[in-house]
T-cell receptor, first 115, second 114 residues
């Protein structure tokens, strides 16, 4: 009954490779997000999609390309991986509240390690 | 969104109330106060939010001062499983680039000890 699920949980790969992380939510939300948590534990938003449309892109290198095939999925593809991409990536989802900003529900993260 | 200030760490004895303060002196009228926590190796977990009234749910209580410049998250009977990083975040429902964005600070590391 996992609400926001990410795969894989762990990803170890070499510099220069291309990899994808998948995210799915079964909460019926219309907005999904990707956050990055670096080694210093700072959590920063990367992207946000609402009804499959990109609404937030926080100056992320264009090696990162999110794709939202439908409202329940938001995948993250990363080209030419670099050492600095090592981090934990969290997917989240929420409803787009019209009056009150709705809480975001997070997955358990994908731990990406670049060798 | 307004900036928040939290103490870097706090301790609490198991079974006692944990009171976590947050300053948000530049908060504006349409901004809500949200609290999340992150238990080690897990994703952030929503706890509670409020605008100006005090709020309570099954996890915690949120006390917001009358001038809304600060708030306190209260865990009434802390357990060892409440050991986590607690984040106080201020958010509006404005459109544009702030839509949906959560801006996490450093948070407060709460350690609950036996």
């Amino acid at each position: 009954d996992t609400a926001v699920s990410q795969t894989p949980k762990y990803l170890v790969t070499q510099m220069g490779n291309d990899k994808s992380i998948k995210c799915e939510q079964n909460l019926g939300h219309d907005t999904m997000y990707w956050y990055k948590q670096d080694s210093k534990k700072f959590l920063k938003i990367m992207f946000s999609y609402n009804n499959k449309e990109l609404i937030i892109n926080e100056t992320v290198p264009n090696r990162f390309s999110p794709k939202s095939p439908d409202k329940a999925h938001l995948n993250l593809h990363i080209n030419s991986l670099e050492l600095g991409d090592s981090a934990v990536y969290f997917c989240a989802s929420s409803s787009s509240g019209t009056v009150v900003p709705q809480p975001q529900h997070f997955g358990d993260g994908t731990r990406l390690s670049i060798l | 969104d307004a900036k928040t200030t939290q103490p870097p760490s706090m301790d609490c004895a198991e079974g006692r109330a944990a009171n976590l303060p947050c300053n948000h002196s530049t908060i504006s009228g349409n901004e809500y106060v949200y609290w999340y926590r992150q238990i080690h190796s897990q994703g952030p977990q929503y706890i509670i939010h409020g605008l100006k009234n005090n709020e309570t749910n099954e996890m915690a209580s949120l006390i917001i001062t009358e001038d809304r410049k600060s708030s306190t998250l209260i865990l009434p009977h802390a357990t060892l499983r409440d050991t986590a990083v607690y984040y106080c975040i201020v958010r509006s429902n404005a459109g544009g680039t702030s839509y949906g964005k959560l801006t996490f600070g450093q948070g407060t590391i709460l350690t609950v000890h036996p």
